[in-house]
């Protein structure tokens, strides 16, 4: 029994380091997933706690990076092998399907977004904790900002058009992430005044806004993934 503990144990501690082995292109879609599964988890929690539509909508946001982030994983992994038997061109439409699916459960969020601003459209604000969201906004854009250069880098190193899509997305959830803070300063504002209705009314616009803002990168490559995934010598 002991031995097969210290065998697991040593099996978990190889995974770990091939995990975050940096040598590897695929190191930037794992660190990316962990990102996105922090803000993730902690943005839908808390802005479903205190009632803000652009927080929870940030969150189904970075939730779908998780999700991309696996498939980017799987995509990149296998994008670097070499063409077999097999796939004789290639793998080169694993990244295309990884794309494609982001910008389908990109749209998913959306239809929950809109209908959630109909069912709250002229209801007053429920937020009460301002510092608190403004705190984790704050601190999930820098976490951005660290690993938006750690992609850069990566980037340039290996060229692989799975990591510079990986990276284009980051900046595209960087300017959300600042759409958000700024509604979160102006709702605190409008709160300080007494003006509910209307921050409620900002908060619902800007939510739409970030689905809009972040359905526009997959967008941008997707119909280039679709005529890869279509071209049988991809």
Known sequence: MQQTFSFNTEAFIRELK??????????????????????????????TVEKSLTVA????????????????????????????????YGYGKYESLAILSSALLLLIVSVNVFIEAIQTFGQPSGVDNYTLLATFSGFSLVT??????????????FHLP???????????????????????????????????????LIDTITAILLVIAAMRIPILYGREALNQLLDKTV
Do not use: C
């Not at 951005?144 to 190193?157: A, E, G, I, N």
């Open 144 to 157: 951005m900002l660290l690993l938006h250069r750690v992609q850069v880098s990566y980037v340039k190193k």
């Open 162 to 200: 799975m990591l510079q899509y990986d990276t284009a997305v980051l900046q595209s959830d960087i300017w959300i992430e600042i759409g958000v803070l700024v509604n979160i300063m102006m709702g605190a504002a409008l709160h300080f005044y007494g003006a509910l209705n209307v921050a409620r």
């Open 57 to 88: 909508t940030n969150g189904f946001i970075s939730a779908t990076d998780v999700v991309n982030a696996l498939l980017m994983i799987a995509a990149v992994d296998r994008s670097v092998k070499q063409a077999d038997f097999n796939f004789n």
């Open 18 to 47: 091939r995990w975050f082995d940096t040598s590897s292109p695929v190191f930037v879609p794992r660190l990316s997933f962990l990102v996105s599964l922090f803000t993730a988890i902690i943005g839908i929690f808390i802005g």
